[in-house]
């Protein structure tokens, strides 16, 4: 099996299935016509045969396909699975994202799943009714006192 080395050839390639572009580095062909980037690689962790997407080629050129593949293959041999780094990497961004909400900003969110036909739903509190989003609010206005 030869490398595809061009972008012409990359964009003129019709067969379904894995074209090897270079060293672990595929242009996946689906039966519909997409094109899509694949690094495959066995894990240095499990041993195991793995594929990572690298995106689609609408959006990622062949030289960027190429560098992206470096950059894994650089993982790969310092230990580092790079699907694995991937899904870390994404974990920390959510959480870090997560970590910037403020309760006010989270009891918004949440009032705004509970509201039904535009109107709040009332929940008693001491014989009166009180909003969910008076409530809320309310708490939000005051620092903890953990």
């Not at 690298?54 to 190429?66: D, E, T, V």
């Amino acid at each position: 099996m030869s490398n595809i080395t061009s972008a012409r050839k990359v964009e003129t390639i019709t067969d379904v299935g894995y074209h090897r572009c270079a060293p672990g580095l595929y242009l996946q062909v689906a039966k519909g016509g997409s094109k899509s980037w694949l690094f495959r690689f066995k894990s240095p962790l499990t041993a195991k045969q793995r594929e990572m997407g690298l995106g689609s080629l609408s959006i990622i050129s062949l030289a960027q396909a190429r560098n992206l593949a470096i950059e894994c293959r650089q993982k790969l041999q310092q230990g580092i699975d790079p699907l694995d780094a991937k899904r870390k990497k994404r974990q920390s961004m959510l959480l870090e994202q997560a970590r910037t909400i403020t309760f006010k900003e989270a009891a918004e969110r949440y009032i705004s799943s509970k509201n039904l036909n535009g109107r709040m739903q009332n929940m008693p509190i001491n014989g009166q009714a009180v909003s969910h989003r008076m409530l809320i609010l309310s708490l939000a206005m005051y620092p903890s006192q953990i």
